[in-house]
């Protein structure tokens, strides 16, 4: 990816296909609540701009999120989020969960593509 110094872009990358990038806690409630009124599972990928392995995943997350349009997929920027994020314990980035309902059901620490996948399955 270029870097010419502009931050601004590294959003881009983390929420391509259809992925929803959360930078505020209202947008958050908001989806869950969309979700929840169309019966979606939510799987929220906590991440960082910064965070190598967080990079490598983005773009099998995004692919999914075309493939499985049942599935609303959100990238919670962990940076921006600070307070929020601690509220969910994240250890690393990133940190995938799955919510039904607004509850979580599932969790993958780690950027492990295979595994993502087969959750996604599930």
């Not at 947008?27 to 990928?45: C, F, H, P, T």
Request: glycine share 6%; aromatic share 10%.
């Amino acid at each position: 990816s270029r870097n010419d110094g502009d931050d601004s872009d590294h959003h881009v990358e983390f929420a391509g296909g259809n992925v929803n990038l959360i930078t505020t806690k209202e947008s958050w409630d908001q989806k869950l609540a969309d979700a929840r009124r169309d019966g979606k599972i939510v799987i929220a990928n906590f991440s960082a701009s910064w965070c190598g392995p967080c990079r490598m995943i983005a773009p099998s997350y995004c692919e999914l999120s075309e493939k499985h349009p049942s599935l609303m997929f959100l990238t919670v920027d962990v940076d921006e989020l600070t307070e929020f994020s601690a509220s969910w314990d994240i250890k690393a980035t990133p940190t995938f969960f799955f919510l039904r309902d607004g509850q979580q059901v599932d969790k993958l620490v780690g950027a492990n593509k295979p595994e993502l996948q087969r959750k996604e399955l599930l």
